[in-house]
């Protein structure tokens, strides 16, 4: 971004900043390099790198976080960007810009402050007309990640998609239960049983709540990979 006395010129993820802060700006980055084809999910919730091509800053700590060994959630991805400097530049350019307005601590201007929720009048003009009028990205034709910047990741239209990058993994379950489950199986093979489909689904929906999942995306789960 080039601040000027005109209109700024925003990439990607200054308008995720200005529309939504540091979260906003991983969610897009995961969006753009999922569907850019630079990192696939491995599995539900969990993310892996495929090629680690780094067009942006903001992108090359994002896929430094995702990491090429194994593969990582979108909890433990977040943790392992906390204090990125990558990340919060964007919020930086935007402040010098006059579109961000930084923070105060103790009557002084934070300089580490990631000027989230602190829009300008300019800012907030700035935002409300790219809403209106999204710019034309051509490098993000066919994509859905100027929409999350715009909107969040709600806004993604392929909701299979968004759950699979987004949606906490099921924890495994424990030893005895798997057991438990292998033996169930056998004895519904063996048997028949015609309520199978519901005694699935009182078991997945007893285990979840079990175990305190919720499906959702969220707080930090501790780190580690996923």
Do not use: C, N
């Not at 080039?2 to 897009?28: K, M």
């Amino acid at each position: 971004m080039r601040p000027s006395g005109r209109a700024p010129d925003l990439d990607l993820y200054d308008i995720a900043f200005l529309a939504g802060g540091a979260e906003r700006v991983v969610d897009t980055a995961l969006v753009a390099l999922v569907e850019s084809g630079r990192v696939r999910v491995h599995a539900p919730g969990e993310l892996a790198v495929v090629k680690p091509d780094r067009g942006h800053p903001v992108e090359a700590a994002v896929l430094d976080a995702v990491g090429t060994q194994g593969h990582r959630s979108i909890d433990t991805i977040r943790w392992r960007l906390a204090g990125d400097a990558r990340i919060s530049d964007p919020g930086r350019s935007l402040a010098a810009a006059g579109l961000l307005r930084p923070r105060r601590r103790f009557g002084r201007r934070d300089p580490d402050s990631e000027f989230e929720s602190s829009l300008t009048k300019t800012g907030r003009e700035t935002l409300d007309k790219l809403a209106e009028e999204p710019p034309t990205v051509r490098a993000l034709d066919g994509g859905s990640s100027l929409r999350v910047a715009l909107f969040g990741r709600d806004a993604m239209p392929d909701a299979d998609l968004r759950a699979s990058i987004f949606e906490r993994p099921l924890p495994p379950l424990p030893p005895a239960e798997r057991g438990a489950a292998t033996r169930r199986r056998r004895q519904i093979a063996e048997d028949g049983d015609p309520s199978l489909a519901a005694h699935r689904a009182r078991g997945a929906s007893g285990y979840g709540a079990a175990a305190g999942f919720d499906g959702g995306g969220g707080g930090f789960d501790g780190g580690g990979g996923g």
